[in-house]
């Protein structure tokens, strides 16, 4: 983890990317299956520039996410947020979110009601909830990956805060459905 990190905190291009590869969704080995949970969010378009309000030089806002046809006989459902072009050797983890199936929007669209149904796990900075993009200045944009995996069985057996690692080895064999959303984001050069 500490490779690429100067990188993160300084600016400036690494060598060391994780790549698409590395992604949970390729872990899991859905990625390049269709994609059978249609996902959407009314702050960007898919490929499309993520607003800054959503990221580290703005408010740091949790993105609003919204879903459909989550497949049947789904018992959770989570959501991995990963940028795989930071310069650190795995993708890094910027949200991970624990629902129940009958979830279908994520971020600042919930209610409080909802919100407390929903568990967070680690991100890469060993926090919990959404932190907002921020690459280093002077890179080329960013793709942030909303992975959201329907799965055919309960996860709340891994305590409060579960860190990707031990999700993923959890989530293997179990993945019913998929669905991705990617926005993109790059940090202004320093003035």
Not at 146 to 156: G, I, S, T
């Amino acid at each position: 983890m500490l490779t690429g990190v100067p990188h993160l905190l300084l600016g400036g291009r690494s060598s060391v990317r994780a790549g698409a590869e590395r992604l949970a969704s390729s872990r899991l080995g859905v990625r390049g299956l269709p994609v059978i949970i249609p996902m959407d969010s009314v702050a960007f378009n898919h490929g499309g520039p993520i607003p800054s309000r959503y990221t580290a030089e703005g408010d740091s806002l949790t993105p609003p996410l919204v879903w459909r046809d989550v497949p049947e006989g789904t018992r959770s459902l989570v959501l991995i947020a990963e940028d795989p072009d930071a310069p650190t050797p795995q993708p890094f983890v910027h949200w991970i979110a624990l629902m129940p199936p009958e979830a279908r929007s994520l971020g600042i669209l919930l209610s409080k009601e909802q919100a407390s149904v929903v568990e967070t796990g680690r991100t890469t900075l060993l926090r919990t909830g959404w932190v907002g993009c921020a690459p280093p200045r002077g890179d080329t944009p960013h793709h942030y990956h909303f992975q959201l995996f329907a799965m055919d069985r309960e996860l709340h057996h891994l305590g409060s805060r579960p860190g990707r690692s031990a999700l993923l080895r959890e989530m293997k064999g179990h993945v019913l459905g998929f669905g991705e959303l990617v926005g993109t984001y790059q940090r202004g050069p320093l003035h």
